[in-house]
């Protein structure tokens, strides 16, 4: 059988890149959940996999399709004084998580 290998989401964290680590406090006293990057895929939340022609096609649909239907998924993040997020866009059609603008870039005003 035929396979070609390409860049998948991180089974190992789900794409989530980042994983909870327990619970911590902040400076005021708040509770957040501590993340660390993911061990597997380095907190880049891809990892290289073989898949099948399969498998292919369909990645090859979700590079095709026009992603007109997207939700935000995720949340922000407040950890010792930064304000991350891991915001992804996914397009409801295809499933495709999209490399757009994060919520946090749309919010950053400090210039
Ligand atoms: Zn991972
Ligand atoms: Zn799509």
């Not at 005021?28 to 907190?43: A, E, F, N, S, W």
């Not at 073989?50 to 239907?69: E, M, T």
């Not at 010792?80 to 603008?101: K, M, R, S, Y």
């Amino acid at each position: 059988m035929i396979k070609v290998q390409v860049l998948t989401q991180c089974e190992h964290c789900n794409g989530e890149a980042y994983l909870p680590m327990g619970e911590a406090e902040d400076c005021q006293g708040h509770k957040y959940t501590r993340h660390v990057p993911c061990l597997i895929c380095d907190g880049s939340g891809n990892e290289p996999k073989w898949v099948s022609l399969d498998d292919f096609a369909k990645l090859l649909r979700q590079a095709a399709c026009p992603h007109n239907h997207t939700s935000y998924q995720g949340s922000m993040r407040f950890n010792a004084g930064d304000v991350w997020d891991d915001i992804q866009e996914v397009c409801d059609d295809c499933g495709a998580i999209l490399d757009g603008q994060t919520l946090g870039d749309l919010t950053h005003d400090e210039n």
